[in-house]
């Protein structure tokens, strides 16, 4: 990364293997640098957390003045942006606190008081923590609203609006959405000053890949799913579950039903699950039922079809799980059940 920053910071960003910026990463740090307000439209997955990390930290790292907020619609979110931020601050001894509602809110309070750079949080909680007194805004001078069309949604506006009021008005605003309404750009036209507007919205997925939903509409899941498999085309299936139980399971019923089927994730060995993964390679086995996290990095050619059994969290899981079929210029096809 070519960027004017630290060199601690590249070289943490170089030990997490980043070579080249994303798209979202090469046109918006140049003017976060800068100290511009950003509108930046990108799907999860486009490497959009550090193409706002990188040039924060730097920013605390050349004045060690600045203090952070990062507002985000959840709590898993909010725990990745924060365990991302540690990989890129390692070795600096540039404190963050997560604060996120669903867990106990005293250790947060300590970490507050530890007065922290970057300060990671739901709104609810943010405003929680600012009643109490625990949380000074006006000592913040950059904030960072990501997701926020899923803010939006989950009815967080009224908690946004009061969270940015108390920011220091000459302060430095980043606004990043995958959608833009109409709400959303009041939003932006109330709190943002001349904004720089970005977009990197692409069909993050394979075009060799023909996507699919199959409606359950009441019927068996398992049933739907039976009837698929027994389709000449269904060759080589990787199938996707939520849960390390719900796929051991899901496996063992599909065996009992007489398809050769096995399962990789978390709770399998190394070994037993390099097993399976050889079966499946090999053709003895046409189905793989498999959790997101067991699932990363298989290369498995010729596989016929991606069924999400259950539908994924995030949209980078998706691109994630699709992206296992369709390759090396062969078409694919992915199936998601759905309601």
Same mark, same amino acid.
Not at 111 to 132: A, H, M, N, W
Not at 133 to 140: A, E, G, H, I, M
Not at 314 to 335: F, N
């Given at each position: 990364?070519?960027?004017?920053?630290?060199?601690?910071?590249?070289?943490?960003?170089?030990?997490?293997?980043?070579?080249?910026?994303?798209?979202?990463?090469?046109?918006?740090?140049?003017?976060?640098?800068?100290?511009?307000?950003?509108?930046?439209?990108?799907?999860?997955?486009?490497?959009?957390?550090?193409?706002?990390?990188?040039?924060?930290?730097?920013?605390?790292?050349?004045?060690?003045?600045?203090?952070?907020?990062?507002?985000?619609?959840?709590?898993?979110?909010?725990?990745?942006?924060?365990?991302?931020?540690?990989?890129?601050?390692?070795?600096?001894?540039?404190?963050?606190?997560?604060?996120?509602?669903?867990?106990?809110?005293?250790?947060?309070?300590?970490?507050?008081?530890?007065?922290?750079?970057?300060?990671?949080?739901?709104?609810?909680?943010?405003?929680?923590?600012?009643?109490? /007194?625990? +949380?000074? #805004?006006? $000592?913040?001078?950059? &904030?960072?609203?990501?997701? *926020?069309?899923?803010?939006?949604?989950? !009815?967080?506006?009224?908690?946004?609006?009061?969270?940015?009021?108390?920011?220091?008005?000459?302060?430095?605003?980043?606004?990043?959405?995958?959608?833009?309404?109409?709400?959303?750009?009041?939003?932006?036209?109330?709190?943002?000053?001349?904004?720089?507007?970005?977009?990197?919205?692409?069909?993050?997925?394979?075009?060799?890949?023909?996507?699919?939903?199959?409606?359950?509409?009441?019927?068996?899941?398992?049933?739907?799913?039976?009837?698929?498999?027994?389709?000449?085309?269904?060759?080589?299936?990787?199938?996707?579950?939520?849960?390390?139980?719900?796929?051991?399971?899901?496996?063992?019923?599909?065996?009992?039903?007489?398809?050769?089927?096995?399962?990789?994730?978390?709770?399998?060995?190394?070994?037993?699950?390099? /097993?399976? +993964?050889? #079966?499946? $390679?090999?053709?003895? &086995?046409?189905?793989?039922? *498999?959790?997101?996290?067991?699932?990363? !990095?298989?290369?498995?050619?010729?596989?016929?079809?991606?069924?999400?059994?259950?539908?994924?969290?995030?949209?980078?899981?998706?691109?994630?799980?699709?992206?296992?079929?369709?390759?090396?210029?062969?078409?694919?096809?992915?199936?998601?059940?759905?309601?």
């Amino acid at each position: 990364m070519d960027f004017n920053i630290d060199p601690r910071i590249k070289h943490n960003i170089g030990q997490k293997g980043y070579a080249t910026p994303t798209p979202i990463q090469d046109k918006a740090i140049p003017h976060i640098l800068l100290g511009r307000d950003i509108v930046g439209i990108a799907n999860t997955g486009t490497g959009k957390t550090g193409a706002f990390l990188i040039p924060l930290l730097d920013k605390v790292v050349k004045n060690r003045k600045e203090r952070i907020l990062i507002m985000i619609p959840t709590r898993e979110l909010a725990l990745q942006i924060d365990e991302e931020y540690r990989g890129f601050s390692h070795g600096s001894g540039l404190l963050s606190a997560c604060v996120v509602g669903g867990a106990n809110i005293n250790p947060q309070i300590r970490r507050l008081r530890d007065d922290p750079y970057f300060v990671i949080g739901t709104p609810g909680r943010i405003k929680d923590l600012i009643e109490r /007194r625990v +949380l000074d #805004l006006s $000592k913040f001078r950059t &904030v960072v609203l990501d997701e *926020a069309d899923r803010m939006l949604d989950m !009815g967080f506006i009224h908690d946004m609006r009061k969270i940015l009021s108390l920011v220091s008005r000459e302060r430095q605003t980043l606004f990043f959405s995958a959608t833009l309404s109409r709400d959303i750009e009041k939003l932006i036209g109330d709190f943002l000053k001349d904004p720089v507007r970005i977009s990197v919205k692409t069909g993050d997925t394979a075009k060799t890949v023909e996507q699919d939903v199959v409606r359950l509409q009441g019927k068996n899941k398992i049933d739907v799913l039976h009837d698929l498999l027994t389709q000449p085309e269904f060759s080589r299936v990787l199938v996707f579950g939520r849960t390390k139980h719900g796929v051991e399971k899901l496996a063992k019923h599909l065996t009992q039903r007489g398809f050769k089927a096995e399962s990789i994730h978390g709770n399998k060995n190394q070994s037993r699950r390099q /097993r399976a +993964l050889a #079966l499946f $390679k090999d053709a003895h &086995v046409q189905v793989l039922v *498999a959790t997101d996290v067991a699932a990363r !990095g298989i290369d498995v050619e010729d596989v016929s079809h991606v069924i999400n059994y259950d539908i994924p969290t995030t949209y980078e899981d998706y691109v994630h799980r699709i992206g296992r079929t369709g390759r090396a210029g062969k078409r694919g096809k992915a199936l998601t059940f759905i309601e």
